[in-house]
Each structure stands twice: as structure tokens, then as C-alpha cells.
């Protein structure tokens, strides 16, 4: 898991719970989140990705790996959003996110790493190609490259964003998107959340991948009536406005509309139901 503590001295003395966040950061919703479900207070600090604020030196300090989420409590920084769920389960037990059945448990954390390896490979990947963009400069990918040196992933992931997708990238990432859409479907059809009858960190987990792909117009949803179902339930929560309602600005509206547009003209049409591949290939 990594926490570490931190090396700044203004960051060691912050007291209770910090998160470094960004608006359209489906990553860093998870922990907003989660927080909201244990009703823990936190200062919000936005670190805005469009405008490259994650790469600057004040940030860097408080994250070697330039990502958002950060969380830093009591002096503690604690990176990755999967890690932060657990860390917050074992510091804050109550109103637990965990089902106490262990077959049950093994299967919300086999859905929490699920959403850790399909990161960068799938949902990041197709949210670039299709909407975020993403690339950099020249001279911004060297800085980058220079400072961050604590998470070779990410540094790959920005150096193929920067050269460009390919078609076969973009499509195989849209197969495994809609194959995955396809199997919570059919899971939600036999319960009401993703691993049985009590909301948990599976649903923190995969909630906002809806979240961002349907605020974005990335993805159409009308063959998922459950999912959209299941979604429209934890917004009504009262932790959805206590996490990821309090971190939007005004202008969140505006700059999703202009990522639906931009969608569109990068696909070329309107957004998928189905995955292309399939039909390219019928």
C-alpha cells in the first residue's frame, strides 16, 4: 500500500483528512466517495489536470507520481484510489464498505483490483483516445518524464497518449468496456448491487466510470437499463453530495458538453451502444 510520510515539513504538519482531487477525475471520486459514506470531514484541494497542475514542483511533493487522487491525513500521504479505500476501511471501521460475508469480501476486492488493472489499459485509454486528448509537448513530456519517476505505468500511458492511439488500441479497449457493461448487467439483474444486497466499495469502484463516460457522452446507455438504474441509486445517496457533488464547479456542466462535442467529432458520429469491433465485424 503506498503511504508514506510525507518529506515536506508544510505537508507533515496538515492535520485530519486533505484530498487532492479533480472534478472530472473518476479516480479521485471513488475517494470523495467514500469519504461522503463514513461522513468524514475533508478539506478538498483541486489540482487541475487540463491546465497540467499536476506536474508542477508543489504537487510533485505531495505526489512523486504527479496523479490524482492524494490523500493526506495527519501528515500521512496515501496514493492510489483502490489503496486509499482500504486504508480509509481500516482507519475509520464504522459504516464499513465491506460485506462481512468472506466469500462476499473476497469478491468486492476482486472487483476493487479488477478496476485497478483495467485502468490505464481500458477506461483511461478510451477516455483519451475519444475525448480527454491528453498529449504533450515536447518539452512538457520531458519535464514530466524527468519528475516522475515513481510510477513507470503512468509515464507509458502519457507517452502513448502523446503519440497517439491506434485504431486497434482504441477498439480493443472499447471491446473490453462494453464486455465488462455487458457482465454487470447481468449481475445487477440477480441483486441490487454489484456483489450482493449491501452497497460497498464494488460500487465506489465501477459507479464512476459510469459517471465520468455518461457526464461525457462517451458511451450511449440505452442497452444497460439496470446499470443506469443502479447509478441513478447512488447519486440519490446522500454521500454522492457529500463527496462528488461538493467538488464540482460551476463550469463543470460547460466543460462536459464541450467533451461530448469533441467526442463526436473524434468518432465521427454519435456515441457507441455496442461495441464497434463487434459490429464492424457482423
Request: proline share 5%; hydrophobic share 40%; net charge negative.
Amino acid at each position: 500500500m503506498p503511504i508514506r510520510d510525507a518529506e515536506d515539513p508544510e505537508i507533515r504538519s496538515m492535520k485530519g483528512i486533505h484530498l487532492y482531487h479533480f472534478f472530472l477525475s473518476n479516480c479521485a471520486q471513488r475517494v470523495a466517495l467514500a469519504l461522503g459514506e463514513k461522513d468524514l470531514d475533508f478539506v478538498a484541494h483541486s489540482i487541475n489536470l487540463l491546465a497540467r497542475a499536476n506536474t508542477r514542483d508543489a504537487y510533485f511533493r505531495t505526489n512523486p507520481a504527479g496523479l490524482v487522487p492524494a490523500l493526506v491525513h495527519d501528515g500521512v500521504v496515501i496514493t492510489e484510489s483502490i489503496d486509499i479505500l482500504r486504508y480509509l476501511e481500516e482507519q475509520f471501521p464504522d459504516s464499513p464498505l465491506y460485506p462481512t460475508d468472506p466469500t462476499e469480501r473476497r469478491r468486492v476486492d476482486g472487483s476493487m483490483d479488477e478496476a485497478t488493472e483495467n485502468h490505464n489499459g481500458v477506461i483511461k485509454t478510451y477516455m483519451y483516445a475519444v475525448a480527454l486528448g491528453g498529449k504533450k509537448s515536447s518539452e512538457e513530456m520531458q519535464n514530466y518524464l524527468e519528475k516522475q519517476t515513481a510510477d513507470t505505468g503512468a509515464a507509458e500511458f502519457h507517452q502513448r497518449a502523446t503519440a497517439g492511439f491506434s485504431e486497434e488500441e482504441v477498439l480493443e479497449a472499447e471491446t473490453s468496456l462494453f464486455a465488462f457493461l455487458d457482465r454487470i448487467e447481468s449481475e445487477l439483474s440477480e441483486h441490487r448491487w454489484l456483489v450482493g444486497d449491501d452497497y460497498s466499495f464494488a460500487d465506489i469502484a465501477w459507479f464512476v466510470q459510469y459517471f465520468l463516460m455518461s457526464r461525457t457522452g462517451v458511451i450511449d446507455f440505452r442497452n444497460y437499463p439496470k446499470i443506469r438504474n443502479w447509478a441513478s441509486e447512488v447519486m440519490k445517496r446522500p454521500a454522492f453530495e457529500r463527496g462528488v457533488g461538493r467538488l464540482q464547479p460551476w463550469y463543470a456542466p460547460i466543460t462536459c458538453t464541450v467533451l461530448k462535442l469533441k467526442s463526436r467529432g473524434q468518432r465521427g458520429g454519435p456515441p457507441p451502444y455496442a461495441a464497434r469491433v463487434a459490429l464492424a465485424s457482423s
